[in-house]
T-cell receptor, first 114, second 112 residues
Framework: GEQVEQLPSILRVQEGSSASINCTYENSASNYFPWYKQEPGENPKLIIDIRSNMERKQTQGLIVLLDKKAKRFSLHITDTQPGDSAMYFCAASEGKNMGYKLTFGTGTSLLVDP | AQTIHQWPVAEIKAVGSPLSLGCTIKGKSSPNLYWYWQATGGTLQQLFYSITVGQVESVVQLNLSASRPKDDQFILSTEKLLLSHSGFYLC???????????FGEGSRLIVV
C-alpha cells in the first residue's frame, strides 16, 4: 500500500509570513493529492488538491507543488492569518475511483501568532 | 445540494458495551461511502469503504464491523467496545468515479 510522510509535525509562524508543509509518498502510481484542514473538534475540510498532470496549483492564498520524480508534494500558505491555525493533512491516492485508497499523512499542527 | 449527517454527535460508553454509529447521505445517488477513525491528535485511519449497497470492504481490523443497508446509509458497529475504540469517527463520501472525499461532522466516542 501507500505510505505518506508529512513534515513538520508542528509549525509555528508569525502572522503575515508564509508556511510550508511537505509530504512524500512511495507509490509511483499515486496520482491524486488532496490537502485537508481540520480545526479543533471539527471534521477535515478539503482546501486544495492537485492531480499528477499538474506541477502547480494556486487558489486563495494556497499553493500546492507536485514533484512526481521526487514523489514529493507540498502546501504553501502565503500571508498567514490566525484563522489559518489548524491541523493540516496531506493525502495520496492512486487511480480514478480510488477514494478507498486515500492514504493520509500524520498531520501538521500550524499555529499562526498574531 | 448533498448533505451528510452522522449520529450520534458524541457518546460515552462502557467497555464491553455495544456500539452503533450511523451516517446518511442525501442528494447523491450511489455514492462511495467510507468510515475513518481518528485518535486524539492523530491521523485519519480508513476503516471501511463501500461502493454499493450490501457490499462493504474492510481496510483495518479493529473489532468493528460496517454495513450498508441502504444506498444512502452506512452503519459502524461492534458488539463489545474496547478502550482503544475511543476517538473521532468520520463518515465520508465520494462520487462514483472520483476520489475526492468529503467528510461528515463526525461522532466522538469515549470508552470508559
Amino acid at each position: 500500500g501507500e505510505q505518506v510522510e508529512q513534515l513538520p509535525s508542528i509549525l509555528r509562524v508569525q502572522e503575515g509570513s508564509s508556511a510550508s508543509i511537505n509530504c512524500t509518498y512511495e507509490n509511483s502510481a499515486s496520482n491524486y493529492f488532496p490537502w485537508y484542514k481540520q480545526e479543533p473538534g471539527e471534521n477535515p475540510k478539503l482546501i486544495i488538491d492537485i492531480r499528477s498532470n499538474m506541477e502547480r496549483k494556486q487558489t486563495q492564498g494556497l499553493i500546492v507543488l507536485l514533484d512526481k520524480k521526487a514523489k514529493r508534494f507540498s502546501l504553501h500558505i502565503t500571508d498567514t492569518q490566525p484563522g489559518d491555525s489548524a491541523m493540516y493533512f496531506c493525502a495520496a491516492s492512486e487511480g480514478k475511483n480510488m477514494g478507498y485508497k486515500l492514504t493520509f499523512g500524520t498531520g501538521t499542527s500550524l499555529l499562526v501568532d498574531p | 445540494a448533498q448533505t451528510i449527517h452522522q449520529w450520534p454527535v458524541a457518546e460515552i460508553k462502557a467497555v464491553g458495551s455495544p456500539l452503533s454509529l450511523g451516517c446518511t447521505i442525501k442528494g447523491k445517488s450511489s455514492p462511495n461511502l467510507y468510515w475513518y477513525w481518528q485518535a486524539t491528535g492523530g491521523t485519519l485511519q480508513q476503516l471501511f469503504y463501500s461502493i454499493t449497497v450490501g457490499q462493504v470492504e474492510s481496510v483495518v481490523q479493529l473489532n468493528l464491523s460496517a454495513s450498508r443497508p441502504k444506498d444512502d446509509q452506512f452503519i459502524l458497529s461492534t458488539e463489545k467496545l474496547l478502550l482503544s475504540h475511543s476517538g473521532f469517527y468520520l463518515c465520508a463520501w465520494s462520487l462514483p468515479g472520483e476520489n475526492t472525499l468529503y467528510f461528515g461532522e463526525g461522532s466522538r466516542l469515549i470508552v470508559v
